[in-house]
DNA sequence: CGGAATCCAGATTGATACTG
DNA sequence: CAGTATCAATCTGGATTCCG
């Protein structure tokens, strides 16, 4: 998901350059996404034969397609991230409460 | 997500009923999955204490927001399902051929 | 009925080293 | 640079048994 939507805000990206964008992810995780993505058909894959190798990869009208689905989702998650924080916690009192009742 | 789904469409659900809904889950996951929809509040879990037990669960507004949010993405998946079949067996299919020249 | 507890095989992942 | 290969460690989920 995360790769779905840098590669929906930056277009076509280089390997390297798409895992900083993400953060916090390892080569090996970032290259098997990328290929599930592309066995799927929601990227593509440009190699292009240089020294050094340059791979870029951008998004199928697929693949945008499937960002804009998840709009609604991202928008979502901004809106109510504190609320399930919160909730979260909430949730640990009250059964840390109840546990140490019994 | 199949939870979610679930609930939002038959309201509120019994432990049971709610798996035979769903489908192939164990109940394992199955109170994995309302226990961590609990936490986040997104589900609520209310119990009866009777013999046999009864538990219904059934989601709380913001659970149902989140449904909503993620309408978009049935819609995709609906629509798209056989593309990315296709597209999976297509790259199965270039990828035998590609292995088989070296 | 609605779980909790235990056991366990298999999948996932991080770290590391190597390569064209 | 953009991977692949390998090993170890963790995590996951299924099956099973037991319980109030």
Redesign the pocket.
Known sequence: MLALETLEEHGKL????LGELIGDV????L??T??QMEADGLVL?E?FPVV?????YELTPLGRSLGEAFCGVWTWADEHRQTILDARTAFTARKNATDAMN
Chains 1, 2 share one sequence.
Request: no cysteine.
């Open positions: 280089r390997f390297t350059r390892s080569q090996k995780m290259t098997k990328l290929r894959r190699v050094p190798p340059r791979v870029e």
